[in-house]
């Protein structure tokens, strides 16, 4: 989305370049000549007060302020936004349910966060409800990663980096050069980074052993992981006329990992099933292209035309050794590709209303081969080499209108129908799915004053989460732990499957927040959510007898397996601490606050109680910071803690999942020595807590895995030359 619909009159003949890349409307009437502003931008805040959507902005100065190495560090400091991994979550909710956006559109497969260099990123917008021109799958909310427009004059950006956290000190560096001929405009950002890192776990398993008896083992582990890659982000404008432009943005990572795992195994009791040393590498390309033009016919129509191509391509060897004796090896290979088009038509009605038609159209295909050997034996026979495939069509309609109807109200009103149709083909006779999902979308702005300090945003929306391309792949992976399929394996450590029948799920939403901006730039929100999830998609693992396996076997796979319900509560503050704090503290103090606290509760309705929650929503988490600038000297100071407190998930009718609580904290220093010269300083997870989590199931066995936290350092430096 771009600023809001009451803006639109004034900006339209600036055609500033807002929301996923997509020039903003000019004001009906005579056509005005165009005027390039060069001045400041709005600021993060007065760009959320316009949008015409709930929404958070996060500029330069948020992207920039830890020297992160990537933007999954940036995004676990953002409030609302918790990470498993590095995979962002919002309202607590697993990754599926979070849209993950680059410039408007959702991000190609195989999309790594981490992977991702800061300096590439313009800004980052993060929005609670879906939008009638964008996917509807964001039932918790989407991401959207604005990348770096091509600049209006010559530019040289280089920045240096050194991390470290384990083993040895890593170098990471982008530089970014910028030109202008007349009326074209060439971006070019090379990102290149290495990583090395190390866990360290503790797992305690009572659960049946080799010979099906109960059995008792303590194992630690040990695992360590280094790579290398880079990026590149090309873009390209042509100002083909007054009214005429051509956009031309590509995206591509590649690289290459290693994992490195050794245990120690304690046998207490029993004849368990142990984890084998492994030694894993392999490597990843991601390629994007997107070719956009755009044109105004006249002063109050706008047509825009966009086209994509994405493929993504992975692979890996993996061998676990026993007794100093080779025992699995694994090969596989994957390749995703994806094709998009879309385009809009806008027409202002007045000079505050404006309508938009649209279309969506994707075809995405994904195709796997792997090849397990146990002891060169092929581990199951008619799965082992063979080739499977899943594919996704979608075919997507959406009006929308944007309307300001007086000073202080405003809506969005969308409508997007959606048919998603599936196809997965393997050994057996390919499994079609066909669904139909139509999303209607109200969001309704009211602002107690003409200027907008203090709003309230409802809206009502639907949303849908569509089952992941692999978790359609109806091919068996076996339990490391039982590899023996003559015999049975345990409910803690089932093979497990893909799924071929699965649906979307389905989700109608409630949003209202109220906004306070304060007259220093500080913002004080508070926001309640509701979401009804139909179809919900979780993984269950049963006892069956399956055709890979002489015996019953565990097996977990994915089923459209219930209906859920989630609700929370939302807190959000930020600004000049004299601000937020008069009378406790200086107005003239140069100290930042900011500071969100976010409630949930969910519960699904084929589980038990009292802990029948969505899988991985914690019942609340807790993100704060501060930065201080010194008024003598050229340096900032900062810090920002973020926290989740432990909690249990009844994850199916005989199995629990007991969590401990998570902190991070991250601290920095700044120094801007000259407008063309700064360094900072940071660490991240500083004084780290280890992490404990347990699965239990009704019959008394479990399995517990402690984590050991691990702190890490960065120094960076950038020169614009």
């Known amino acids: 989305m771009g600023l809001s619909t009451g803006y639109l009159g004034q900006v339209w003949a600036q055609d500033i370049p807002v929301g996923g890349g997509e020039p903003a409307p000019r004001a009906p009437g005579s056509k005005l000549e165009r005027v390039e502003i060069l001045g400041k931008q709005s600021g993060d805040n007065d760009l959320r007060r316009r949008a015409q959507i709930a929404k958070q ?40 349910y979070t849209l993950i956006l680059i410039n408007g559109d959702p991000a190609p497969p195989g999309f790594a966060l981490d992977q991702l260099d800061p300096a590439q ?11 009638a ?41 982008s530089f970014t050069i910028g030109e202008k001929w007349a009326n074209i405009s060439l971006s070019l950002p090379i990102s290149l980074f290495e990583w090395r890192g190390a866990n360290t776990t503790t797992v305690l398993r009572y659960a049946p052993g080799l010979d099906s008896q109960p059995s008792l083992t ?36 590649k690289g290459i990992w290693n994992n490195r795992s050794s245990y120690a195994n304690q046998v207490l009791s029993g004849t368990p099933g142990v984890e084998d040393d492994a030694s894993f590498q392999g490597g990843w390309q991601n390629v994007r ?16 035309l966009k086209a994509g191509l994405s493929t993504s391509k992975g692979s890996f060897d993996g061998q676990t050794v026993r007794l100093a004796l080779p025992q699995r090896q694994t090969l596989a290979n994957n390749a995703d590709l994806s094709l998009t088009q879309a385009g809009n038509y806008s027409r202002l009605l007045n000079d505050a209303h404006s309508l938009t038609a649209g279309w969506d159209l994707e075809w995405r295909q994904r195709d796997e081969t792997r090849n397990i050997t146990e002891k060169g034996v092929p581990l199951v026979g008619d799965f082992e ?8 069509e979608r075919q997507a309609l959406y009006i929308q209108d944007e309307w300001e109807i007086s000073k202080q109200w405003s809506t969005y009103l969308g ?34 004053d003409a200027a907008g300090r203090d709003m309230v945003r409802a809206s009502i929306t639907r949303s849908y989460k569509a089952p992941d391309l692999s978790a359609l792949l109806a091919r068996p992976t076996i339990s490391s732990l039982f590899a023996d399929t003559s015999k049975a394996n345990t409910e803690l450590s089932p093979d497990r499957m893909g799924n071929p029948t699965l649906l979307p799920e389905l989700a109608t939403g409630l949003d209202i927040a109220f906004e306070k901006y304060l007259p220093a730039g500080g913002l004080i929100s508070v926001g309640v959510f509701y979401r009804q999830v139909n179809d919900l998609i979780r993984s269950v693992t049963r006892l069956q007898s399956v055709s890979w396996a002489a015996a019953p076997r565990w097996v977990s796979a994915p089923e459209n397996f219930s209906r859920a319900m989630t609700r929370g509560l939302e807190l959000e503050v930020k600004g000049r601490a004299g601000e937020l704090l008069p009378g406790l503290v200086d107005a003239k103090l140069p100290l930042n606050l900011r500071g969100s606290v976010n409630i949930y509760q969910s519960s699904v309705e084929a589980l038990p109680g009292p802990n029948n929650r969505l899988d991985g929503q914690q019942p609340w988490s807790g993100n704060f910071g501060f930065d201080y600038r010194f008024a003598n000297l050229p340096m900032t100071l900062g810090g920002s803690l973020a926290f989740t ?10 199995q629990a999942l007991d969590q401990s609580r998570s902190r991070s904290l991250d601290v920095f220093a700044q120094w801007i020595f000259s407008r063309k010269l700064s360094a900072r300083l940071s660490a991240n997870n500083w004084f780290p807590l280890n992490t404990e989590s347990q699965t239990l199931t009704t019959d008394g066995y479990y399995s517990d895995t402690l984590r050991n936290g691990r702190s890490s350092f960065n120094l960076g430096v950038e020169i614009k030359l």
């Open 57 to 96: 902005i996060y500029g330069r100065e948020e992207l920039d302020k830890y020297g992160d190495g990537n933007v999954a560090e940036v995004l676990k400091r953002l409030p609302g936004i918790t990470m498993q991994g590095n995979t962002p979550r919002m309202r607590g909710l697993g990754s599926g």
């Open 121 to 131: 990123v313009e800004r980052i917008e993060v929005t609670k409800g879906p939008t």
């Open 133 to 173: 021109n964008q996917s509807a799958q964001a039932v918790a909310g989407a991401i959207n990663i604005i990348l770096k427009d091509a600049p209006k004059v010559s530019q040289r950006d280089l920045r240096l980096g050194l991390g470290y956290n384990v083993d040895r000190p890593t170098a990471s560096g």
């Open 218 to 253: 303590r194992q630690q582990g040990e695992q360590f992981f280094f790579g290398h890659g880079i990026n590149l982000g090309p873009r390209l404008n042509w100002k083909l006329s007054d009214d005429e432009t051509l956009t031309w943005q590509s995206f591509l990572q």
């Open 289 to 304: 292209s997107n070719l956009q033009w755009v044109n105004h016919f006249s002063t109050v129509e706008r047509m825009e």
């Open 385 to 392: 080499g063979q080739p499977f495939s899943a594919r996704i």
């Open 415 to 448: 409508l997007r129908t959606e048919q998603i149709a599936t196809k997965s083909q393997g050994m057996t006779t390919p499994v079609t799915n066909t669904s139909n999902v139509t999303t209607p979308m109200v969001h309704l702005n009211y602002k107690f």
């Open 645 to 654: 407190p432990g909690y249990s998930t009844q994850q199916s009718v005989s």
